[in-house]
């Protein structure tokens, strides 16, 4: 956590936001994490684009900020590139991805020269058709590879270039007249992260630049995301595996590109999610009743593992608890349990140590995949603040019974 807080802060930005659990941006951090990418892999391989993963924390804010420091909008959906177009994020800065581009979609970002990684031969189709309809437009594309990572599982995206789906596709590409392939992408969320793993993935990309398509001078290469960010030495003891830090993956990926083009002229393109917003954001969720069944202690809290831990990880997450006033108790295998009708609402298990009603507990790394994975089960979701300029800014108020009812008909 970067800010220090106290009982009473928790309890005036309760007041102000009405309701009692809420999230904390910090900006700072985000901006730190985005330099220290850029700053590591510009210092060798000065060519970068660094595209910021709108799915894993699409808060306006956010993505507005990284825009205004010169990243790009990595998008995938028609949803998302809507909302880079409503932030007024230029179609050039954004990198649209995914399995279901819808064609209008697809028709706008060919128009107005976004970056466009094709996922399948049927949105070749749709290429094809625009490329018919508008002979004149001068159109590139991208190709998002599928092959096998060394012991990890069958990726369902992009196209297998050990199948002849991916010959098909090649030469469908040539076969326009002005249509030009310009850059290959991949990407794979490996359990394990490791910088042997991106090494992997450039050496292929290459691999399939300079062996499977004749003359082809890639005008970029994406390798996606899927880095592990910064955490707390104790978060770090969850992992079973070596955490490297931004600095130890863009040091590998800047110098292995260097090695490849040491004139630069091809751009590498990362696509980072976590590793610029997990550690962005807390979560402070307040105790609203604690009880005692069959000798063992509850603790209710206007939170749930939907606000959490909407991964489904069962592993205690670190905690900070935020006593409420000086009649503490303490408590034996207390289990801290959400608001949902879910026996299995338990974000924290057998807690040993001091608690009273009302207490705030702190969640750190908050700040991936948990505000887009909430779904309207049973509560609405919480406030969004950060602080700026000394006060507190509200990014997200908190959701109201409308809100989630607003499109069902009455
Ligand atoms: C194409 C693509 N790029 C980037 C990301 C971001 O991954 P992460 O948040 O693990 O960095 C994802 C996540 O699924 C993705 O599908």
């Known amino acids: 956590m970067q800010h220090e807080y106290s009982y009473s802060k928790l309890l005036e930005i309760e007041k102000l936001v009405e309701n009692p659990s809420f999230y904390i941006c910090d900006t700072a951090v985000l901006h730190r994490n985005f330099l220290r990418f850029k700053n590591t892999i510009q210092s060798t391989y000065p060519n970068l684009g660094i595209g910021y993963s709108f799915k894993t924390n699409y808060l306006p804010y956010y993505c ?11 998008v995938v959906s028609p949803m998302e590139y809507e909302l880079a177009l409503k932030l007024k994020i230029s179609p050039k800065e954004i990198i649209y991805n995914g399995p279901i581009k819808s064609k209008d979609t697809i028709f706008y970002a060919l128009t107005n020269d976004s970056y466009l990684n094709i996922d399948s031969l049927e949105e070749l189709q749709i290429i094809q058709d625009f490329a018919n309809t508008y002979p004149n437009k001068k159109i590139k594309i991208g190709l998002r590879c599928n092959f096998l990572l060394p012991n990890e599982k069958i990726s369902r995206f992009g196209i297998d270039i050990g199948d002849e789906s991916f010959k098909q596709a090649l030469d469908t590409i040539n076969e326009i007249r002005n249509c030009t392939l310009s850059g290959l992408h991949f990407h794979y969320s490996s359990q394990e992260r490791s910088i042997e793993s991106y090494k992997f993935r450039l050496t292929k990309l290459l691999e399939i630049s300079k062996n499977l398509i004749p003359n082809f001078e890639p005008e970029y290469l994406d390798i996606g995301g899927g880095f592990f960010g910064d955490m707390s030495e104790e978060l770090k003891s969850l992992f079973p595996y070596e955490v490297p830090t931004i600095e130890d993956y863009s040091t590998a990926i800047a110098n292995q590109m260097n090695g490849f083009f040491p004139t630069h002229k091809t751009k590498l393109i990362i696509e980072p999610g976590v590793a610029l917003v997990a550690n962005t954001m807390t979560f402070f969720a307040k105790v609203n009743n604690i009880k005692c069944i069959n000798g063992k202690y509850f ?112």
Do not use: H
Request: proline share 6%; hydrophobic share 35%; net charge neutral.
């Open 64 to 74: 507005k900020m990284v825009n205004q420091w010169g990243g790009l909008a990595e």
């Open 299 to 410: 603790a209710s809290c206007n939170a749930s593992f939907q606000t959490i831990k909407p991964s489904g990880n069962l592993k205690n997450l670190p905690i900070k608890i935020f006593l409420s006033d000086s009649t503490k108790k303490y408590y034996e295998n207390l289990d801290f349990v959400g608001y949902t009708c879910l026996e299995y609402d338990r974000f924290y298990t057998n807690y040993c140590g001091f608690l009273n009603n009302k207490s705030f507990i702190a969640f750190e790394n908050m700040g991936s995949y948990n505000i887009v994975f909430k779904p309207p089960f049973i509560e609405p979701s919480p406030p969004i603040i950060t602080f700026e300029q000394g006060g507190i800014a509200i990014l997200r108020r908190k959701e109201t019974t409308e809100d989630i009812f607003n499109s069902f008909i009455f």
